[in-house]
């Protein structure tokens, strides 16, 4: 199994910027790609971004690209999200979830943490 812990949400204003974190434990060998995902209220859960443990192939949403970056630290395992010019339709709980090797579907997830783009 692996645990996964989102933490760094918190409350922005419009054009501000967070750090989410997503600290892995447990049988972390086993992962071969990371993603986050935010699910804001009334809302599906959407993908956000993704990237290999390794550090490689970021992808991201269209909504975040060129505002996010997603990043690995293979050493602490942590991945994180950048946001930077955060607006209001980001608002949302994010999610860190876990793929496994061989598998398409994200097999572990953490409990999230809030953020809020607000003035």
């Known amino acids: 199994q692996v645990q996964l812990v989102e933490s760094g949400g918190g409350l922005v204003q419009p054009g501000g910027s967070l750090r989410l974190s997503c600290a892995a434990s447990?049988?972390?060998?086993?992962?071969?790609?990371m993603g986050w995902f935010r699910q804001a209220p009334g809302k599906e859960r959407e993908f956000v971004a993704a990237?290999?443990?390794?550090?490689?192939?970021?992808r991201y949403a269209d909504s975040v690209k060129g505002r996010f970056t997603i990043s690995s630290d293979n050493a602490r395992n942590t991945v994180y999200l950048q946001m930077y010019r955060l607006k209001p339709e980001d608002t949302a709980v994010y999610l860190c979830a876990g793929q496994s090797s061989g598998n398409v579907r994200y097999d572990y997830w953490g409990q999230g943490t809030q953020v809020i783009v607000s003035s």
């Open positions: 990237i290999s443990w390794s550090g490689a192939a970021p």
């Open positions: 447990g049988r972390t060998f086993s992962i071969a790609a």
